[in-house]
């Protein structure tokens, strides 16, 4: 069985730097709290947690003047100010790319409407939303566009300016670019494609070598957003895409006369999580 790799499987730069930070700052301090998991990753999560780092879900749970770290999805502003009222100690890993998404919607807020394409419940998109006022619309699919129209209306406001949540699919995104403009034809309409390079890299490089092989193989957690477009974009060219977390539920597969397989990682997945996935595909098809 051939199997094919992905080159760009596996953590991205600004997961592995929020990752290696994190480590260091759990093992300098005693107590150190973490708003909402890290990077949608299970193993690395429990990996920090082992280490002493403690997750919450609610800046409420964390006691006042303690450190905590903001995730590298970012958070709402609302968060950073109640916790500046809290005395807390952050240690801000958000990924520079998010940043820079909210900085540019803070300052497009005062005279533009913001249409932030992603997925509403992601924690990347609430954070977004945090910095974006009151004049702004998620949308996720063309069937929302004409209700995020609506809402412009009553803003009165005479541009729009739209943002993607960075691990958001770059052709939907495109094609909903598109729909935006058509729709919103009488308005100036900016479109900020912020989905992150190594993102839409990913992307591409699944799509060719779905197109290559039997089966293939997507390793990342279950709730990891650019993990679940690898498989989407994947199931468009292949017709067995299996979706693990690690080594262990590859044993459910079957991969009997599969010639030959191929190998992609989301942005979270730790380099030696893949290594274990390419060593158990290596053992079973001599």
């Known amino acids: 069985m051939e199997i094919i790799i992905g080159k760009l499987s596996g953590m991205c730069e600004g997961v592995r730097s929020a990752v290696q930070k994190a480590k260091e700052i759990v093992k300098n301090n005693e107590k150190v709290y973490c708003l909402g998991e890290l990077v949608h990753n299970r193993q690395v999560v429990d990996a920090l947690e082992k280490s002493g780092m403690i997750t919450v879900n609610d800046i409420k749970d964390i006691p006042n003047y303690s450190k905590v770290i903001f995730r ?3 958070e709402p502003k609302e968060i950073y100010e109640r916790a500046f009222r809290k005395g807390l100690d952050v240690y801000d890993l958000t990924c520079s790319k998010v940043q820079t998404i909210h900085e540019k919607v803070e300052k497009e807020k005062k005279k533009s409407f913001i249409i932030i394409v992603g997925n509403e419940n992601h924690p990347e998109v609430i954070g977004t939303e945090g910095f974006a006022g009151e004049n702004y619309y998620v949308i996720d699919d063309a069937d929302e566009i004409l209700d995020a129209y609506m809402e412009y ?7 729009v300016y739209v943002v993607a949540q960075t691990t958001f699919s770059s052709k939907k995104f495109d094609m909903l670019a598109d729909e935006l403009r058509k729709v919103f034809k009488k308005t100036i309409v900016m479109v900020d494609k912020t989905i992150c390079r190594a993102t839409e890299k990913r992307q591409e490089e699944a799509g060719e070598i779905s197109k290559e092989v039997n089966s293939m193989v997507i390793i990342g957690g279950k709730n990891s957003a650019n993990t679940q477009k690898l498989v989407e974009i994947s199931k468009e060219n292949c017709e067995n895409v299996y979706f693990i977390q ?5 044993r459910k597969m079957d991969f009997e006369g599969v010639e030959k397989v191929g190998i992609m990682a989301g942005a979270s997945t730790p380099p030696e999580v893949v290594e274990e996935v390419i060593e158990f595909l290596n053992k079973i098809g001599k």
């Open 72 to 74: 590298a999805h970012g």
């Open 246 to 250: 690690t080594k262990k539920d590859l």
């Open 153 to 159: 209306e009553k803003t009165k406001m005479g541009y």
